[in-house]
């Protein structure tokens, strides 16, 4: 029969497992197959993001973005289209329930137990669908493996695996992993990213301007020059904040908003309550873009 059988999601640097599939198949080919998951999963750091070791019967398929990957084990007959289709939806749900500190800092095997329900749905709904009921994700997944085809391994080559396990694979591929995807830009964010720009612009301006003055003839002015400059970089954070998906985007977000006050408060003098009231409106909307703009939902063809 052609259908997913396992899936599990692991950590890359380790092969830690932190949550998988319900386990009811107990034949010798699957438990041997199960053996030689854990053995690949030691190693995914070697390997491209995509790859796929195949087998007489069954088929192990992962997935790696980051720190985490998605890994299957599947019958030789299923579509290896439909098996990367199903780990891109597992990548997508474990992102947006799990962020990279917690990742990190997991130390147990299953710390993330409660994941395995979510894991468990996915992989029935997929056993239950056609190419039709996924056409757009199909065509997607299908493009990029004819663009950046899988690696290739032989889940027979028990001897080979040992050896990689143990250090002794030479042919090392390395390539970025996709980075995660976001929600589109609203046309408020683009005016926040506008503002924000040109806030940033007007502090790095007025803090080298000031720089100079204060290293030739006012020594006591270097507060003020530190206070243009850390509104600066934060501006410039925003920005990539509100542009890319990155781990604990809540509390960045707070902290560089609490800068941007703070340094502006401080400058109280040498900028009216007009510009100082309007530096902090940018910072906030801005801030209320970042915690707005989420990870992209998944397609809907995609959770089939």
Not at 119 to 129: D, E, G, L, P, T
Not at 211 to 233: K, R, T
């Amino acid at each position: 029969m052609s259908m997913i059988f396992f899936a599990c999601v692991v950590r890359v640097r380790d092969g830690l497992p932190l949550s998988a599939s319900t386990d009811f198949h107990f034949n010798q080919d699957f438990l041997e197959c199960r053996k030689r998951l854990k053995v690949l999963s030691s190693i995914l750091a070697q390997y491209p993001s995509r790859g796929t070791a195949k087998g007489r019967d069954l088929s192990i398929h992962f997935l790696s973005s980051g720190d985490i990957a998605c890994m299957a084990i599947c019958s030789s007959t299923y579509s290896t289209v439909m098996a990367f289709c199903f780990l891109e939806e597992l990548q997508w749900e474990f992102a947006a329930s799990y962020d990279i500190t917690s990742i990190g800092l997991a130390s147990r095997p299953y710390a993330f137990l409660e994941f395995d329900n979510i894991i468990q749905k996915v992989k029935c709904r997929f056993n239950s669908a056609n190419r039709s009921q996924m056409k757009d994700s199909w065509e997607k997944i299908e493009e990029e493996l004819k663009f950046q085809p899988p690696v290739q391994l032989k889940l027979e080559d028990t001897e080979l695996m040992n050896g990689m396990a143990n250090g002794g694979h030479a042919d090392v591929h390395v390539e970025v992993v996709p980075t995660y995807r976001m929600q589109r830009v609203t046309p408020l964010g683009i005016l926040s990213l506008v503002l924000n720009i040109m806030c940033g612009a007007l502090n790095l301006i007025r803090g080298v301007h000031l720089a100079d003055y204060s290293f030739q003839e006012d020594h006591e002015g270097i507060g003020n020059v530190i206070a243009f400059f850390l509104p600066f970089l934060a501006c410039i954070f925003q920005c990539y904040l509100y542009l890319f998906y990155s781990s604990a985007r809540k509390v960045k977000t707070f902290v560089l908003l609490f800068s941007v006050c703070l340094c502006n408060i401080y400058l109280y003098g040498l900028r009216n309550l007009w510009q100082i009231a309007f530096h902090i409106g940018v910072a906030s909307l801005s801030s209320y873009q970042i915690l707005t703009r989420q990870l992209m939902e998944k397609q809907p063809d995609c959770g089939v």
